[in-house]
């Protein structure tokens, strides 16, 4: 089968579900200004292949591409101008622009392509590392075209290059070779905006770039991200006009930003999902009962989603969030049993008498994560647990999380994603694995979601593996989490995304 792609100009305006509406393009955009931007986390680098949420939100207006989604999610040409699909999906043949040049003026072209996605091959810690290992050989067939070939063939290279992990975000290799592991401090990207500076836990600032190969864009002559931890700073500052942009607006500011007429409050469907689970290479979190008492019977989601969310999130259990595709209602098989969780730790060895007393992390990124952490511990208590909850800073957490292992529990959020195999990763021992455990049925199944030929087979491969990790609680969604973004009125040509991109390569100021 052969699809040819061939890039044109789709305007398409969102409208974000229940709680506002994109900024219109009813007059011409107006070029010039800085957007202040409130963002919820400091950053821990610049360079594409070092994970956090936050380092994605600022990167993404640094970097580009191969291949990006429109608004509808689906996939849209980007730095590649078109591309074949042949031999059932085994090969790929990407057409790239021409012209494009890197922050630091070097070229972009085919052995560019090839060297960043076999630099992510080669790092397994990188957040795209896992969607890259089926990639059999990449080849620069001239400057500016680059075949991929698949071990096999398969549907998910789009999204491994578009959004899947971070997406296959193009780094100078000239600038890589030239600052080493601080290149994290020196991106050189192809995007809209050019790095100017990052003082840690203040700002981060991007400048326009003018070689831009989207001619006319971006319109915004400067971003400057502004580090605001607390919601309610963010929310303030919203209100007084000292940001224009709130990247992650608490959930209990909604209804009063939605009554500002100087404000526009955005949100949609939860591509997004807060989640829970134990370091499994720790005693006890080792035995599975122990893990389906305390993340399945032992804690009321309902309770918590109306609670820390203020019920604005649907309660869930899949890794799977309840507005990414392939999403599979798993609610039924953990119903709040308080006796059923007492049941199983006295099978595993504990009672009154011996009571399970751990530590569990989180970070206040994301507000309803202290509050999350908060509720576990109080049911948890009622079944006889003692836990003791530790917030720590976002950077911290995610050293613990991803590096050092130091932690027993955790709450945190999950990466906004499109497909099961884009959250999959995280829980797979060839991924990030950060529930830490050695199941290696776990990547079967996401490898035969992989391997899918058609999308019934796609479909019960998906279903498979949402249920084993849940059976096994190897994992665990508390809820889903809907993200909202907020901006000043006079800012304009935005397009919600869900939390999965936040770009501003659109976004122009109104000044009367």
Same mark, same amino acid.
């Given at each position: ?169 193009? &780094? ?84 009063? &930003? ?255």
């Amino acid at each position: 089968m052969k699809r040819r792609l061939i890039l044109s100009m789709i305007l398409v305006v969102v409208a974000a579900v229940g709680y506002g509406a994109v900024s219109g393009w009813a007059e011409p955009p107006q070029s010039g200004g800085t957007l202040r931007i409130a963002l919820e986390a400091d950053i821990t680098g610049l360079d594409p292949v070092v994970p956090g949420l936050q380092n994605y939100y600022v990167i993404q207006n640094i970097y580009n591409t191969l291949v990006t989604v429109d608004a509808n999610f689906e996939y849209v040409p980007e730095l590649a101008e078109s591309w074949d699909v042949q031999d059932g999906g085994k090969t790929y043949v990407f057409h790239l622009r021409q012209g494009v040049k890197f922050h630091d003026g070097t070229d972009f072209d085919a052995a560019s392509v090839k060297w960043n996605i076999e630099r992510v091959q080669q790092d397994g810690k990188a957040p795209a590392h896992r969607f890259f290992v089926n990639v059999e050989s990449v080849e620069a067939v001239d400057p500016h075209t680059v075949k991929i070939t698949m071990q096999y063939p398969t549907s998910t290279l789009l999204s491994a290059l578009s959004t899947a992990g971070t997406g296959m975000m193009i &780094l100078s290799p000239a600038a890589a070779e030239k600052w080493g592991k601080d290149i994290r401090l020196h991106p050189a990207g192809t995007g809209p905006f050019r790095f100017v500076s990052w003082e840690q836990n203040r700002n981060v600032i991007l400048e326009r770039n003018p070689d831009y190969f989207k001619k006319g864009l971006p319109y915004l002559d400067r971003l400057e991200y502004r580090v605001m931890k607390e919601g309610v700073t963010r929310e303030a500052a919203l209100r007084a006009g000292e940001v224009d942009f709130v990247n992650w607006l608490p959930r209990v500011a909604v209804k009063r &930003l939605q009554k500002n007429p100087k404000t526009v409050v955005l949100g949609g469907p939860e591509a997004s999902h807060l989640y829970t689970h134990f370091n499994l290479a720790r005693k006890p979190f080792d035995d599975a009962r122990v893990r389906q008492a305390l993340m399945g019977y032992g804690i009321d989601r309902v309770a918590i989603a109306k609670a820390a969310t203020l019920g604005y999130a649907t309660p869930t259990l899949s890794f799977v969030s309840p507005g990414s595709r392939g999403f599979l209602d798993l609610s039924e098989m953990y119903p709040y049993n308080p006796d059923k969780a007492r049941e199983l730790l006295k099978a595993a060895g504990f009672d009154e008498s011996h009571p399970l007393r751990y530590t569990l992390m989180t970070h206040s990124a994301e507000p309803a994560l202290p509050d999350i952490a908060t509720i576990m511990k109080t049911q948890l208590a009622k079944i006889g647990v003692e836990v003791t909850v530790e917030v720590v800073d976002r950077p911290i957490f995610l050293k613990r999380l991803t590096q050092t292992r130091e932690f027993d529990q955790n709450v945190n959020m999950a990466l906004p994603f499109i497909n099961v195999g884009d959250r999959g990763f995280v829980i797979e021992v060839g991924g990030l694995n950060l529930p830490n455990h050695s199941d290696k049925k776990v990547d079967e199944l996401l490898e035969q979601w992989r391997r899918a030929s058609d999308p019934e087979a796609q479909k019960q491969a998906s279903e498979a593996s949402q249920r084993y990790v849940a059976e096994q609680m190897i994992y665990a969604a508390v809820c889903g989490n809907p993200i909202f973004n907020a901006h000043r009125a006079n800012v304009q040509g935005y397009t919600y995304m869900r939390g999965m991109l936040v770009k501003f390569e659109q976004t122009w100021l109104k000044r009367s």
